[in-house]
C-alpha cells in the first residue's frame, strides 16, 4: 500500500512539473529600429505662377509665401470678376540622401500661413518633366507628368500640410525620372479657394518646408 501511495505521489508531482515548465527566452538580439530618418530642409528653387500676370514670377513678391488654388480678383470692369489661378514650383535638393539605401516613405510638410474659400475641389501635385527657370512666369510653366499626381484636401490655417511624395522621391532618388521638382496646382474648384504655404525664405524658420524621407540600410 506504502508502494502505490508513493508512486502516486510521484506522478502527481511529476503532472504539476510539466505545467510549471516555462519557455526559453528568445536569445536573439532585438534591433532598436529597423529605419532612419532624414530631414532635408534644402531646396534648389521654388517660386509660384499666377494666371493674374501670367510673365511674372513670385506676383505678389518674392519669396515668403506660395499661394495654390483659384482667388477671385475684381477686374477693371465694374460688377466684373474673374479668378486667378495659383500655381508653386519647388525643388528638393536631394544630394542628403545616403547612396545605396531604400526610401520608405517621403513626406513634403508645409505649413499653411492662410487658407480662404469653401473648400471646393482639392490639391493636387505633380512631377516636373523638364528643366524651368526661376524667372518665368504662368505663360512659361514647364510640363509635368499627370500620370503620377498626388491629391490632398485643402488645409486649415495654421496646420501642417502633409503631402506624400514617396513615389517622387524614389523615382528621382533612383534616376528613373530627372529631378526637375515638383508644381502644386488645383483641381475641381470653381470657387474662390487659395492655400497660402511658407516657403524657405519665410522669416520664421520653424515653419519652413521640410522633406522628411524615412529608409533602411540595404
Avoid at 502516486?8 to 516555462?22: E, W
Avoid at 540622401?97 to 513634403?108: G, V
Wanted: with cysteine; aromatic share 12%; charged share 25%.
Amino acid at each position: 500500500m506504502k508502494t502505490k501511495l508513493a508512486l502516486v505521489t510521484v506522478l502527481c508531482v511529476l503532472i504539476l512539473s510539466a505545467f510549471s515548465v516555462k519557455p526559453q527566452e528568445n536569445k536573439e538580439p532585438v534591433q532598436k529600429s529597423l529605419f532612419d530618418t532624414l530631414v532635408i530642409k534644402d531646396i534648389s528653387k521654388e517660386l509660384y505662377i499666377c494666371t493674374c500676370k501670367p510673365n511674372t514670377a513670385n506676383p505678389s513678391g518674392k519669396g515668403k509665401l506660395y499661394y495654390q488654388g483659384k482667388w477671385k480678383v475684381e477686374s477693371e470692369k465694374k460688377d466684373s470678376m474673374y479668378f486667378c489661378d495659383e500655381r508653386f514650383l519647388v525643388q528638393w535638393d536631394l544630394s542628403e540622401i545616403p547612396e545605396e539605401i531604400k526610401i520608405i516613405e517621403a513626406k513634403m510638410r508645409l505649413v499653411c500661413a492662410e487658407f480662404n474659400g469653401d473648400e471646393q475641389g482639392q490639391l493636387v501635385y505633380e512631377c516636373i518633366s523638364e528643366p524651368w527657370d526661376e524667372d518665368i512666369g504662368y505663360n512659361k510653366k514647364p510640363k509635368t507628368l499627370p500620370e503620377n499626381q498626388v491629391v490632398t484636401a485643402w488645409p486649415a490655417k495654421n496646420t501642417y500640410h502633409y503631402v506624400d511624395i514617396t513615389e517622387f522621391v524614389k523615382a528621382w532618388y533612383c534616376n528613373e525620372i530627372p529631378n526637375y521638382g515638383l508644381m502644386g496646382l488645383s483641381v475641381n474648384t470653381e470657387t474662390k479657394n487659395s492655400a497660402l504655404f511658407c516657403s524657405s525664405e519665410y522669416p520664421k524658420e520653424s515653419v519652413r518646408p521640410k522633406l522628411i524621407v524615412i529608409f533602411s540600410k540595404e
